[in-house]
């Protein structure tokens, strides 16, 4: 049997022991604890951030309510430059394109819609955004520039309104056959609300009292395949 270390013999061996492994261990624990530290003081730093964040959209609001130009600009500059990362951003600028379309500013409209879209803070916020400014461009005549800007856009929660969109572009080109296949798409979304589900009901049951496709006419044999090629379009 070995012999027992003495108390002696223990201490030296603990001293050994420590001596080639206490450095290491101690980078450990130091490394562990500023993880630790480092990471509730980012959890304080985001806190800290979205808090002054949703104080600075609450006194754009109030600009926007009081109808302050100045205050308006000053209040949305300070979320663009320092809040740019945060959703309050973005919600800053689709209310500030609201402003401007009651103002019947098209431009500015367009201008803070695309900002919002490109620095939504949120994926829910760069649809929002993307769907508003496809609708403006729409109404716009810039049909083309607003089908490339969803024709590839693939997201259950808004697709009855990507589908409806897609619609009306149709409608615009002449294109009435797409166009029903489209709309018909959008009502088959459980996403899709009341008011909005009536409102293109209506624009469905509209193309009913309009004149056939001129592709439709010339070529029939085409026209099992126009609701295959709209929901391909709607699917991209």
Do not use: C
């Not at 450095?23 to 808090?51: C, M, P, R, Y």
């Not at 109030?62 to 949305?76: N, R």
């Not at 496809?134 to 083309?144: I, M, P, R």
């Amino acid at each position: 049997m070995a012999e027992q270390l003495t108390d002696d013999e223990q201490v030296e061996a603990l001293k050994k022991w420590w001596k080639e492994n206490g450095t290491a261990i101690l980078v450990g624990v130091i490394i562990g604890v500023s993880a630790i530290v480092g990471f509730w003081k980012w959890n304080q730093h985001v806190e800290d951030k979205a808090l002054a964040a949703s104080q600075q959209y609450d006194n754009f609001s109030q600009a926007i309510l009081d109808k302050k130009p100045e205050l308006i600009e000053k209040s949305f500059s300070i979320l663009k430059d320092e809040y740019v990362d945060t959703s309050y951003a973005a919600l800053a600028a689709l209310l500030y394109a609201s402003y401007e379309y009651d103002k019947k500013n098209v431009e500015k409209t367009l201008e803070y819609l695309r900002w919002a879209q490109q620095h939504p803070g949120h994926d829910a916020l760069l649809h929002v955004a993307q769907i508003r400014l496809a609708k403006l461009l729409v109404s716009q005549g810039k049909h083309d520039e607003a089908f490339s800007l969803i024709d590839k856009v693939k997201e259950p929660a808004f697709d009855a309104q990507y589908a409806e969109i897609k619609g009306d572009i149709y409608i615009k080109r002449g294109e009435q056959a797409l166009a029903r296949s489209a709309y018909q798409l959008a009502l088959a979304s459980t996403e899709l609300s009341g008011k909005q589900r009536e409102f293109v009901q209506m624009k469905l049951d509209d193309l009913g009292e309009l004149k056939a496709d001129i592709n439709s006419e010339s070529q029939p044999e085409q026209g099992a395949d126009v609701k295959t090629q709209a929901e391909q379009d709607s699917s991209k």
